[in-house]
């Protein structure tokens, strides 16, 4: 079998997921894709007095700021993944997230720290991506009206959410000299750069999903670990990080690369 036709059977196969999955898809996008909010707006009410302590410790801010910054992401977060969930005021629970991540970035301050950064700026991208489905899902409910064709804000949502999901993938990349290293490395920039540049997009994003997921049962495995040692925190908040980072590139799979993208460009030529 050709190099042709494995790809013609891989797309095949591809198709018929998504065929099979259609109805079903765009649900479990949103449900991964809030995850990491949902995780962290739990474990503020149940880590109140550590989150409140560590902010009035680490900005000297009193008591009173410290108990206000706890409640704002436990409210901010929670209430956003009702709104998202139920898909009432989309648009705004999508605000209101990008702004819980900017407070957090500076807050923990993941601004000086690469990995965490480009995650948090992954996770802003897929945040995007939902941002852009809200969209169309407006302009959906007046059919008849002249849209601005694809010069619209929703094709440049959907190209700069692709860009900024492969970040963390660019956090996965292991710089060593072993086989399955560099294997994996080639494998996983080649499809990141598919994904960035919307060519095979759906394909490349559902092999996307599917090593991503394998990777995070396989080194985020956080029900391994006593729940009273810091690294069963560590591996769930990177759990459920990575967990909206599928969650994004399943809106991808679901909706398509959108009109600034090779896939795109290709039906005109």
Same mark, same amino acid.
């Given at each position: 079998?050709?190099?042709?036709?494995?790809?013609?059977?891989?797309?095949?196969?591809?198709?018929?997921?998504?065929?099979?999955? $259609?109805?079903?898809?765009?649900?479990?996008?949103?449900?991964?894709? #809030?995850?990491?909010?949902?995780?962290?707006?739990?474990?503020?009410?149940?880590?109140?007095?550590?989150?409140?302590?560590?902010?009035?410790?680490?900005?000297?801010?009193?008591?009173?700021?410290?108990?206000?910054?706890?409640? /704002?992401?436990? %409210?901010?977060?929670?209430?956003?993944?009702? %709104?998202?969930?139920?898909?009432?005021?989309?648009?705004?629970?999508?605000?209101?997230?990008?702004?819980? #991540?900017?407070?957090?970035?500076?807050?923990? &301050?993941?601004?000086?720290? /690469?990995?965490?950064?480009?995650?948090?700026?992954?996770?802003?991208?897929?945040?995007?991506?939902?941002?852009?489905?809200?969209?169309?899902?407006?302009?959906?409910?007046?059919?008849?009206?002249?849209?601005?064709?694809?010069? &619209?804000?929703?094709?440049?949502?959907?190209?700069?959410?692709?860009?900024?999901?492969?970040?963390?993938?660019?956090?996965?990349?292991?710089?060593?000299? &072993?086989?399955?290293?560099?294997?994996?490395?080639?494998?996983?920039?080649? %499809?990141?750069?598919?994904?960035?540049?919307?060519? $095979?997009?759906?394909?490349?994003?559902?092999?996307?999903?599917?090593?991503?997921?394998? #990777?995070?049962?396989?080194?985020?495995?956080?029900?391994?670990?006593?729940?009273? $040692?810091?690294?069963?925190?560590? /591996? $769930?908040?990177?759990?459920?990080?990575?967990?909206?980072?599928?969650?994004?590139?399943?809106?991808?799979?679901?909706?398509?690369?959108?009109?600034?993208?090779?896939?795109?460009?290709?039906?005109?030529?």
């Amino acid at each position: 079998m050709g190099q042709e036709d494995l790809m013609s059977t891989a797309e095949d196969v591809a198709d018929q997921f998504l065929r099979v999955t $259609k109805q079903y898809l765009p649900h479990l996008a949103r449900l991964c894709l #809030i995850s990491t909010f949902l995780e962290d707006g739990i474990r503020m009410w149940f880590q109140w007095n550590e989150q409140r302590d560590y902010i009035e410790a680490t900005w000297s801010c009193g008591y009173f700021l410290a108990t206000c910054f706890v409640l /704002l992401n436990l %409210l901010g977060q929670l209430g956003g993944c009702v %709104l998202v969930l139920s898909r009432n005021f989309v648009q705004y629970a999508c605000f209101g997230l990008f702004g819980i #991540i900017a407070l957090q970035t500076v807050a923990y &301050s993941i601004l000086w720290d /690469l990995k965490f950064l480009m995650r948090n700026l992954a996770l802003g991208g897929g945040l995007l991506l939902l941002l852009a489905e809200s969209r169309s899902e407006g302009k959906s409910m007046f059919a008849g009206v002249p849209s601005m064709g694809e010069s &619209s804000p929703k094709q440049y949502m959907q190209l700069g959410g692709r860009v900024l999901l492969v970040l963390m993938f660019m956090t996965l990349l292991h710089f060593d000299s &072993s086989f399955f290293s560099i294997l994996q490395n080639m494998v996983g920039t080649a %499809l990141i750069i598919l994904v960035a540049i919307g060519f $095979k997009t759906k394909l490349a994003a559902l092999t996307l999903v599917v090593w991503l997921m394998a #990777i995070n049962v396989y080194f985020n495995a956080f029900w391994t670990v006593p729940a009273y $040692k810091p690294m069963h925190d560590f /591996l $769930k908040y990177d759990f459920f990080q990575t967990t909206s980072v599928v969650g994004g590139l399943l809106l991808v799979v679901a909706l398509g690369p959108g009109g600034v993208s090779m896939d795109e460009k290709k039906k005109e030529w």
